[in-house]
C-alpha cells in the first residue's frame, strides 16, 4: 500500500517537473528569481535527452512499483505517459523542437521584459539644457554659487 502510494507520488512529480520544464520560463516573467532554477531544469531535461540518460525519478517508480508487487515497468515516463497519449510516438522529434521553442521563447521574453533596451540599439544621449541636481529638490536660486565668509571668521 506505502509502495503503491510513493508510485502515485512519484509519478505526480514527474508530471510537475515536465510542466515545469516547458512553461518555467513563462512563470520567470511573473517570478525573475525562478529562472535559475528553470536553467537547471533546462539543463537537466537537455542532458537527460541528448546523453540517453534515465532519470532518477523513474528508477525510483520502478523500484516502488517491484516492492508494491508489480512488474517492473521497462519504460520511461514520457515513452510510457506522454508518448502516444499526448501526441503520436512518430512526432516525438517535433514534440522536443517545439518544447526547445518555448523554453527559449520564454526566456527571450523574460530579457525583454527586464531589460528593454537589450535586443534594440539605446537611442543617442540628448544633449543637456539645464544641469541636473542630485537629490529630490532644487537647490535655492544661488546655492551653486561660492559661499562668502562672515568678516572676521576663517
Not at 32 to 46: C, M, N, Q
Not at 96 to 116: D, F, I, T
Not at 132 to 142: H, I, K, L, T, V
Request: charged residues 20%; hydrophobic residues 50%; glycine residues 10%.
Amino acid at each position: 500500500m506505502l509502495y503503491r502510494l510513493m508510485t502515485t507520488v512519484v509519478l505526480g512529480l514527474h508530471a510537475l517537473f515536465l510542466a515545469y520544464l516547458v512553461v518555467g520560463g513563462f512563470l520567470a516573467w511573473r517570478w525573475p528569481r525562478t529562472i535559475w532554477l528553470h536553467l537547471a531544469a533546462a539543463a537537466w531535461g537537455v542532458t537527460v535527452v541528448a546523453a540517453e540518460l534515465v532519470c532518477p525519478l523513474t528508477y525510483l517508480e520502478h523500484w516502488a512499483r517491484r516492492r508494491a508487487g508489480e512488474s517492473g515497468v521497462g519504460q520511461g515516463f514520457i515513452d510510457r505517459y506522454v508518448e502516444g497519449v499526448i501526441y503520436p510516438e512518430r512526432y516525438a522529434v517535433l514534440a522536443q523542437a517545439l518544447v526547445a521553442v518555448l523554453v527559449v521563447a520564454s526566456w527571450a521574453g523574460l530579457l525583454r521584459w527586464h531589460r528593454p533596451g537589450w535586443f534594440r540599439a539605446a537611442p543617442p544621449p540628448r544633449p543637456r539644457t539645464r544641469p541636473r541636481w542630485r537629490g529630490s529638490r532644487r537647490p535655492a536660486p544661488g546655492a551653486d554659487r561660492p559661499r562668502r565668509r562672515a568678516p572676521g571668521r576663517w
